[in-house]
């Protein structure tokens, strides 16, 4: 059965949201510019022009903020996502590379917010307490392929997409650590992307289970006849 369209907001809830939508804004742009733990609750009042109790009418802590930043970053991944997954043509690689080229651009356009954010979400102890969303949108896309016939059945989906997510996130916290790196986010994401789908052993003609700087005594049958 399909779901009833949202109800339009009324007058009041607009303005509502306007007050949230600007305070919350007023928050990443000083977190950006001098960082979480140095912006304090009344700066944030000051700068989105509301008394410091109208604060605590839409966000009871400072951490909830963070916790606003990351739910926002889920929507807009499930979001993409969803328009990603109406291609029927296209194969898991290309699902999982516009997953990965999402999660670049995310960060990429907004570093100084990512990295200030971030440090607070690690600080809050977010990685450990949340669900692991973006593991569990990378183990969808693995499910489908592996539907397809693409991936192979004896792979467990959640673990690769815990694999990838754990990979996005180290790699995030280094690239967030280090402005002046020379290789952009989107392309570390990439190869590892790349890494996790092809391998990372040079295989002899002599089979998939024998490496090229070895030489066993008999060649290993090939995976499919395992």
């Not at 516009?98 to 809050?124: D, G, H, P």
Request: charged share 25%; with cysteine; net charge neutral.
């Amino acid at each position: 059965m399909a779901s009833e369209p949202a109800r339009p907001l009324g007058r009041r809830e607009r303005s509502k949201q306007r007050v949230r939508d600007r305070i919350y804004t007023s928050a990443l742009t000083l977190f950006a510019e001098q960082g979480y733990d140095r912006t304090t609750i009344d700066q944030i009042a000051e700068h989105a022009d509301v008394a410091r109790g109208t604060f605590f009418n839409y966000f009871q802590r400072k951490e909830d903020l963070v916790t606003a930043w990351a739910e926002a970053r889920k929507r807009r991944l499930e979001l993409c996502m969803e328009e990603s997954m109406r291609s029927r043509d296209d194969d898991v690689t290309v699902h999982l590379e516009r997953c990965m080229a999402a999660l670049a651009e995310f960060n990429e356009s907004e570093r100084e917010i990512t990295a200030a954010m971030l440090q607070a979400w690690v600080k809050a102890g977010q990685p450990l307490l949340e669900e692991p969303y973006a593991g569990q949108v990378f183990a969808n896309i693995i499910e489908a392929g592996r539907q397809r016939g693409e991936v192979t059945f004896d792979i467990d989906p959640m673990r690769v997409g815990n694999i990838l997510r754990d990979s996005y996130l180290g790699l995030l916290y280094r690239w967030s650590q280090n402005p002046g790196g020379r290789v952009p986010l989107h392309i570390e994401l990439r190869e590892v992307l790349r890494i996790v789908l092809t391998g990372v052993l040079s295989y002899s003609q002599h089979g998939r289970g024998t490496p090229a700087s070895s030489t066993p005594a008999a060649p290993l049958a090939p995976a499919s006849q395992a």
